[in-house]
C-alpha cells in the first residue's frame, strides 16, 4: 500500500508539510504592477510619463505628480506631451532622406536641449542606434515644414516611416518611438527580423494611425 495513503499511525517522517506548499509551486506569479516612479503609488495600463533629462530615460508617474512637471522647461524632469498627429503633407525627398545614410527605412527626430541640437534615433535589434544629421538638414526641413517648430524640445519627436512604399511621418510623444523601439528589440530574430516582426511593426503604425489627428506638415498652424 502506498505509504502517503496510509491511515496507520506510526513515527513522523521528516517534517510535517505546510498547507498548500505544494499548490503553490503550481500557481503562477502576478505580473508586477507598475507604480509611480516619484511617489509609489500604484499605476493603471494608461498612465503619464517622465522624461528624465540627464539619462533620457522615461519614468512612469501618476497624474498627480505628472501635473507637477506640465509646462515645465527647466528642472531634471519633463511631462511627456501626449499630442499625437500624422503630417499629410510633410516634404521630404528621397534624395534627402538617402542621404541621412541610415540602414533601415525607420527614423525619429528629437531637439535635444542639454545638447543645443537635433538627433536622429534609428530602432535596431540593439535597442535606438543614435546618428549624426548633416549640417543644416534639419533647418532645411523646417523651411518646408513650419510644423517642425511646434515640436517641443526633448519630449516630441519626428517619427518617418518610409518602409517600402509607405511615405507616413507623425509628430509624436517621446514614448510612442521607445515604444517601438522596444517592440523591434523584443520580437527580432536573426539578421533580417524574422517573419513576424514586420506585421508587428505594421500592428503599431496602424495603431498610430487610428489613434493620430491629420495636420498639414507644411502648415504653419
Known sequence: MDSSLSTSAGPAVGPPRKPFAT???FVRPRAPKEACE???LRLGPEH??????NSRQLACACEACAILFSGHKTGRYRRVPRRLSRLVDFHLTDERWEALS????LAFFCQVSNLGKVL????????????????????ELAEENPVLRRI?????????????AIRAYYLVPLDECY???GLIRTH??????????????GEFFAGLEERSRPVGGASHA
Not at 125 to 133: D, S, V
Not at 152 to 164: G, S, W
Not at 188 to 197: F, V
Open 179 to 181: 515604444k517601438l523601439v
Open 120 to 139: 536622429a534615433h534609428y530602432p535596431s535589434p540593439a535597442g535606438a542606434t543614435e546618428a549624426l544629421l548633416p549640417p543644416d538638414l534639419w533647418g
Open 48 to 53: 503619464a510619463h517622465l522624461l528624465d533629462l
Open 188 to 201: 527580432w530574430r536573426g539578421l533580417s527580423g524574422g517573419t513576424q516582426i514586420w506585421g508587428q511593426i
Open 23 to 25: 499548490l503553490r509551486r
Open 102 to 105: 541610415l540602414p533601415v527605412n
Open 38 to 40: 516619484l511617489c509609489g
Open 152 to 164: 517641443e524640445p526633448d519630449v516630441e519627436a519626428l517619427l518617418v516611416n518610409r518602409v517600402d
